[in-house]
């Protein structure tokens, strides 16, 4: 469009009298006949914005507002990590919340596939509250059905393009799809609310949401990464949901949520804390805030894109659980002789949620207990270690199993065995068999349900 530039100087012309379409600039007739004195001044209404219109509409762009003059986001000087304990004054504008934890969410569509075969599609960015919950839909006012135009006007076409192709409906419609993760996460997140920018145009914040979005997809290459772990789609091959987790983890640093449909992996969530706003703060990797993975135990199908077959039952051997606890693993739980569930990050025990990842650190030999001494001899000395999770150290407090940043001193377990020991015994107890999203507190002294707890290195 090299008549686009003149553009500028039509508009100071109309504005102070002076302008008439005498110039040799190569405008649409279409576009030279509205801007005739006389259609002017017959429409009080005609302005900037009209005339941007009429331009850019045969390149089917809209422009609703300069964006490239956008306003700055709020000065974080010393921000705080989300889902921690709050300041004592919050500025919500530099901390995250109540939607704390920060959730980029991926998709692998099959049928019918979406985006290239060999790379996972974005699905959103959502704010969690710290236990799982959230909120959504927070501000209809600002529920945008122009999101492609609003990206646009904001000279960000690279961003819509990527979207075009790495942030896909399976049922073809990306625009709503784009709108519906807006208007549903995008306006929970406290950190983009208008107040937040000095100098605010309006809708900047939308193309905040998108470009951050983007940004933390392209650093969690989730093909990639279980790829390398020899996880590739299969119609004849099927994995663990431990195989899976831990191939990530061991990149991620942390725990994410697997989810399955009818059996078939089909959806990732990566889970963060943020240091400052979403804007320019900083993504702390971290582990589930509660949600659950929804996916089998064994096996889980990996399938290609395009791909409607079942997978086989022949299940990818998984990593054998180990008795030795050090490094990071899981602590699992064994009721009935049976594995049911972990132990999460609180120290709670879910039989339907993500595993947390622990941290055994040793301390040295710790003396037994009076049941282990024979004549005044030592029978059974004991390698001590501590345990912590992301929620911080884990204690046995009156009574219960806690990890928590307020336990200031952690307690020095041992095993015996593959199991996990307190006080030279491995038997701890509960009150019943938690099912769904219920939490049962662990105990160190008798209750209804006795559990062993095992580790598994990752």
């Known amino acids: 469009m090299p008549w686009a530039a003149d553009v500028l100087s039509v508009n100071d012309g109309i504005q102070n009298g002076t302008w008439s379409p005498s110039f040799n600039a190569d405008f649409p007739s279409y576009f030279l006949e509205s801007l005739q004195p006389s259609n002017i001044m017959s429409s009080l209404s005609f302005s900037m914005r009209t005339i941007y219109k009429v ?85 209809p006012a600002r529920a945008y059905t122009n999101i492609s135009e609003i990206i646009q006007a904001a000279g960000q076409q690279s961003l819509l393009d990527y979207m075009n192709t790495y942030w896909k409906d399976y049922q073809g419609n990306d625009e709503s799809f784009w709108e519906h993760e807006w208007a549903k996460h995008g306006t929970c997140v406290s950190t983009l609310e208008p107040n937040c920018y000095t100098n605010y145009v309006p809708q900047q914040e939308v193309v905040d949401y998108f470009q951050k979005t983007v940004d933390l997809f392209q650093g969690l290459d989730t093909y990639s990464i279980l790829a390398a772990a020899g996880i ?8 663990t949901s431990a195989q899976i987790e831990s191939a990530i983890s061991s990149v991620q640093g942390h725990q994410v949520t697997i989810g399955c449909s009818s059996g078939a992996l089909n959806e990732i969530w990566y889970h963060f804390n943020v240091r400052g706003s979403v804007q320019t703060g900083t993504f702390v990797a971290t582990d589930p805030d509660g949600t659950k993975s929804t996916c089998p135990a064994t096996g889980v199908k990996y399938l290609p894109k395009g791909s409607t077959s079942p997978a086989s039952t022949t ?48 301390t040295g030999t710790v003396l037994p207990s009076s049941s282990d001494m024979t004549g005044g001899k030592l029978m059974n000395p004991a390698s001590g270690f501590t345990l912590t999770s992301s929620k911080g150290k884990c204690a046995i407090s009156n009574g219960a199993l806690t990890c928590a940043s307020t336990v200031t001193t952690a307690t020095v377990f041992t095993s015996a065995g593959a199991n996990l020991a307190y006080n030279g015994a491995t038997n701890f107890y509960a009150d019943s068999v938690p099912s769904g999203s219920t939490q049962a507190t662990i105990y160190s002294t008798s209750h209804a349900t006795a559990v062993t707890i095992t580790w598994q290195s990752v």
């Open 232 to 239: 590739t789609p299969s119609t004849s091959r099927t994995y």
């Open 315 to 362: 299940t990818a051997a998984g990593p054998a659980p180990t008795g030795s606890f050090s490094g990071k693993g899981y602590l699992n739980v064994v009721s009935g002789g049976a594995t049911k569930g972990c132990i999460i990050s609180g120290g709670t025990w879910y039989t339907s949620g993500t595993c947390a990842t622990f941290t055994a650190t040793a």
């Open 55 to 139: 331009i850019l509409g045969t390149a089917q762009i809209v422009l609703h507002t300069n964006i490239a003059a956008a306003g700055t986001p709020a000065s974080c000087p010393n921000p705080g990590l989300s889902c921690s304990t709050a300041p004592a004054s919050v500025d919500t504008c530099c901390f995250n919340t109540p939607g704390g934890q920060l959730l980029q969410t991926q998709f692998w569509d099959t049928n019918p596939p979406t985006g290239p075969s060999n790379s996972w599609t974005v699905h959103g960015l959502w704010p969690d509250h710290c236990d799982g919950t959230y909120d959504a839909n927070c501000d």
